[in-house]
């Protein structure tokens, strides 16, 4: 990789204080990642810098592909020579393609013994088994941690957010894992929303605590002895309908599950969209009425506009991984950037580590730990 | 029980040909059964009546309470004592009210050595849990079968159904339950929908062969072994959103992600409606396009009214049950019977019975056989 700084120098100004809020943030990009790479990313990128005065950026990808950032104030241009497309498998992004913008990017939050960090979190549009294999080979799991988790937002009828996690990278779960994605969740919600003791729901079949199978009656004990510590804010068990209703602020699930709730709204939405399109232009009196309510339909698209809803975090990592859907537009891109700023400035990482390991403290030894996780599962 | 024939004698008129439909088709129906009872019930067993002249209904309830009924013609009276409550635990409704209306209606489709079939199907509305333990005692299940699984249908992009299986009545699945699911949802579905071959899509992660969770690996080589064997027409994995798509007739996991889905697409749809309906009532002008959208959003409600998708199966048993939400209004109820006839009339008894006898045949002895199902544990 090359590196290229153009117009301000970029100081590691990290204060030394955990409590404190970090300024400048730093965020390094995936410029090529996605479908449509830097024709999305640099419009979002400079969007981003001109709503934060503090943060800087270090935008990574083929050079030939990202002169047009060339010059802009607070940031930083490193060269890339080669792309993880969409479809590459793992292996590809992992082993052969070293110097990829995304692997170049994610390397720009590595804090090593040898390498001061250069940024406070990467974001990327780019495959999602690629980047959770290749962030977790660069970054490695924080301590406690067995498998990294994929955590997003969705609206809520409280015309509020509900996490959801994890998305799909991590098939049979224990229920240790579910306690971490937990821990991990809350101190996301806390630093990005700015909720500070979220409550954590566990999703299930029924509310009562003798339903759902073994491992997710094992995981509500293990919650509700968290939250008897005051670690976590357990609710308790939410149902699926929960997560729309905003019942609980963070609903915690295995991956399966998870990438199943995901896909089936995605779904969904998808079909009403369609049918409310087929019904407004069946014929010269129903598009007549569309005009009429075209006002309206737009603030209630806006609402559900999943582009307000970007940026999955990976969570456990020792470094800050933020990624969006492969087709995100600019608009969705720069929301992944606020989500990664937000984490960023709120110091996600250290909330992370100091929850987990105040959660670690008088643990029983975990039965169910595996570091063979299955990473690169998600869809 | 009391048993009050009235009007038309009700004989067994079902033909000996396996092949051929059956007529009359006699469904009983647990009328006190939902939030509303009767006042529901009857006004929906009015109108199935008469739309289905070759139908015949056994009313089971409170004598008092299904008066309305006495003098209907092709109907017979059946009075039960008890009624079991949306509240009731499964125990009560299984072991205490022995003589309440869903145990007596149930029993009317019990074909036992001692006692001719009455009925060729049965409806509920009441709760689940206790209807599933109560029809699996009642009933037995089939040969061959493990675990009943609840089966329903959700509307799709392509104007159809897609069924869906298990929908929270077994936890804990293995590969063998879900090719159990896939066998009998085949049935349903031919047997409902007029779908000979019905496609079958495993509910997965990812598309790919080597995505999911163990169980579900397993559950995909056993499908396609039994594809290959002309069995089922098997699809491949399927994600969430393929199930609003219509990608397969029919969608089989287990009832943790069934009821997931369930309930998850049941939130989305209420946050939609719920923000339609706000943005349209917002201000004198937002009301005005209401007005003037009104038809156009009928028109929508309509495609999209989950009374229309009423009426799950519970399958595997020797005996058809279906079931309706408690909350349930007389189109819903109706829609339900109107499935139940379908099925009964179609021979879905006897469709699954041979289809799983073809199936059981060359398959290896099962490794996760447990009769000790969870049942009881649907929401």
């Known amino acids: 990789m090359t590196v290229t700084t153009t117009s301000t120098p970029v100081p590691d100004s990290r204060p030394a204080s955990a409590a404190g809020l970090i300024s400048p943030v730093r965020i390094a990009v995936d410029c090529m990642g996605g479908d449509h790479g830097p024709a999305v990313t640099l419009p979002a990128c400079q969007a981003f810098l001109a709503r934060h005065p503090d943060a800087e950026l270090i935008l990574v990808g083929l050079p030939e592909a990202i002169t047009p950032a060339q010059g802009w104030a607070r940031t930083t241009i490193v060269g890339a020579t080669e792309v993880v497309t969409m479809e590459d498998p ?55 941690i067995d498998r990294p988790a994929l955590a997003t937002v969705v609206p809520n009828q409280k015309d509020g957010f509900t996490t959801v996690l994890d998305l799909g990278a991590n098939v049979d779960c224990t229920a240790e894992h579910l306690l971490q994605f937990a821990v991990m969740g809350s101190a996301l919600v806390s630093a990005v929303d700015g909720k500070e003791s979220p409550t954590v729901g ?37 149902e699926g309908n929960d997560i729309f209703k905003g019942t609980a602020d963070l609903v915690v699930c295995d991956g399966f599950v998870g990438n199943v709730v995901l896909k089936t709204s995605e779904g969904l939405a998808t079909m009403f969209a369609t049918f409310i399109k087929q019904e407004f232009t069946r014929n010269i009196f129903t598009k007549l009425a569309a005009l009429v309510a075209l006002p309206v339909l737009n603030r209630f698209k806006k609402r559900v506009d999943h582009r307000r809803y970007s940026g999955a975090a990976l969570l456990g990592l020792r470094g800050l991984v933020f990624k969006t859907h492969g087709s995100s537009d ?50």
Request: charged share 25%.
């Open 330 to 379: 600019a608009l969705a891109f720069e929301v992944a950037l606020n989500r990664a700023y937000d984490a960023a400035r709120h110091r996600l990482l250290d909330r992370v580590h100091d929850q987990i390991a105040a959660t670690l403290v008088s643990m029983p030894p975990e039965a169910g730990s595996d570091d063979s996780a299955d990473v690169g599962q998600a869809a």
């Open 202 to 238: 566990l999703l299930n079949i029924g509310e009562e605590v003798i339903k759902g199978s073994e491992v997710i009656k094992q995981a509500g004990e293990l919650l509700r002895s968290t939250h008897e510590r005051g670690l976590i804010n357990f609710y308790g068990n939410v």
């Open 90 to 144: 793992v292996e590809v992004a992992l082993r052969r393609k070293k110097d990829s913008s995304m692997r170049v990017a994610i390397s720009q939050v590595k804090v090593g013994a040898d390498q001061a960090a250069a940024a406070h979190a990467c974001v990327s549009a780019g495959n999602t088994g690629a980047l959770m294999a290749v962030a977790r080979y660069i970054l490695k799991t924080v301590e406690g």
